[in-house]
């Protein structure tokens, strides 16, 4: 180490892939503590900025659940959409 300090330590990078063709990444912080959440959420925000930084893409994320009820279940994912229980796209 030369001394420098990591702004995303403490953060893990997660990508994962489905068996019916989704891909996610996720950006998890684990907390201690209520009080260190915002900071949390913060570095979390910060993080997926600069990883995206270079996207051409302005497509909405969606996690692995919602993608699979919209392909696979339309009817169910309109009624957790409905009570808001899922993104609506």
Do not use: Q, W
């Not at 702004?7 to 209520?34: I, K």
């Amino acid at each position: 180490r030369n001394g420098t300090c990591d702004p995303f330590r403490g953060l893990s990078v997660v990508l994962d892939s489905t068996n019916f063709g989704h891909m996610v990444g996720e950006v998890e912080a684990l907390v201690y503590d209520e009080k260190d959440i915002s900071v949390a959420r913060e570095k979390v925000a910060e993080l997926i900025a600069k990883i995206t930084a270079n996207e051409k893409s302005s497509a909405v994320g969606i996690g692995k659940l919602e993608y699979y009820l919209m392909k696979n279940k339309p009817e169910l994912y309109e009624i957790y959409a409905k009570i808001g229980k899922m993104k609506t796209l």
